[in-house]
């Protein structure tokens, strides 16, 4: 089946600092790779959608130049938290798809981030 | 916009028995997937079962099924012989079938399953 690695799973940082997180396909090719965030008890919130080979796609109220995006393969997408604050600690996890139509996302296995 | 709703936030289950977690969603449009995901406490999403708009049957995996009533826009989840594993946050979720592989995912807020021995 296809499987999506997230790497590290879990981080700590210091205030000020930058974080990135690796979301790769392993046995398939993604185009397309979705970021979420999730917050303790609560939803995933679609962050932004990551496109090979171009800019990413960014949600409303999601800052671009705090989340920076990069999607220079078909199997790697990395999000960087620039100046990370206490506030952008959370749960993110990345997601991709083989293919179109009816096939579903698999999701990577999040990284907590942690920012003291 | 669509918008995907689950108007319960927590349920429990006796071992064994069943359990119906209910889901509604809001769209215009005609094709379209549904989802649900499974979330443990270890926060690893699992796709459960999926629907795709155009069938009218309900789709079913082992012990999970759906009862899928396009009209009405409902996308309930029914799990049949409740096991302790299955204890989780269920999100049920929409994706347009129209843009391709860019269409995102849009998550209801989540029913937690407790399953009692």
């Known amino acids: 089946g296809a499987v999506v690695s997230q790497h590290p799973s879990r981080v700590i940082c210091k205030s000020g600092t930058s974080v990135k997180i690796e979301c790769r396909s392993l046995d398939f090719q993604a185009t397309t790779m979705f970021w979420y965030r999730q917050f303790p008890k609560q939803s995933l919130m679609l962050m932004a959608t990551s496109n090979e080979g171009s800019k990413a796609t960014y949600e409303q109220g999601v800052e671009k130049d705090k989340f920076l995006i990069n999607h220079a393969s078909l199997t790697l997408s990395t999000l960087t938290v620039t100046s990370a604050h206490p506030e952008d600690s959370s749960f993110y996890i990345c997601?991709?798809?083989?293919?179109?139509?009816?096939?579903?996302?698999?999701f990577g296995n999040g990284t907590r981030l942690t920012v003291t | 916009a669509q918008t995907v709703t689950q108007s319960q936030p927590e349920m429990s289950v006796q071992e064994a028995e069943t359990v119906t977690l209910s889901c509604t969603y809001d769209?215009?449009?005609?094709?379209?997937?549904l989802f649900w995901y499974k979330q443990p406490p270890s926060r690893q999403m699992i796709l459960v079962i999926r629907?795709?708009?155009?069938?009218?049957q309900n789709a079913t995996e082992n012990r999970f099924s759906v009862n899928f009533q396009k009209a009405a826009k409902s996308f309930s989840l029914k799990i049949s012989d409740s096991q302790l594993g299955d204890a989780a946050m269920y999100f049920c979720?929409?994706?347009?079938?129209?843009?391709?592989?860019?269409?995102?995912?849009?998550f209801g807020t989540g029913t937690l399953l407790a399953v009692q021995p």
């Open positions: 629907q795709e708009a155009y069938k009218q």
């Open positions: 769209t215009s449009e005609s094709d379209y997937y």
């Open positions: 997601s991709a798809r083989p293919g179109t139509g009816g096939s579903p996302l698999h």
């Open positions: 979720a929409y994706r347009s079938g129209v843009g391709g592989a860019t269409n995102k995912l849009i």
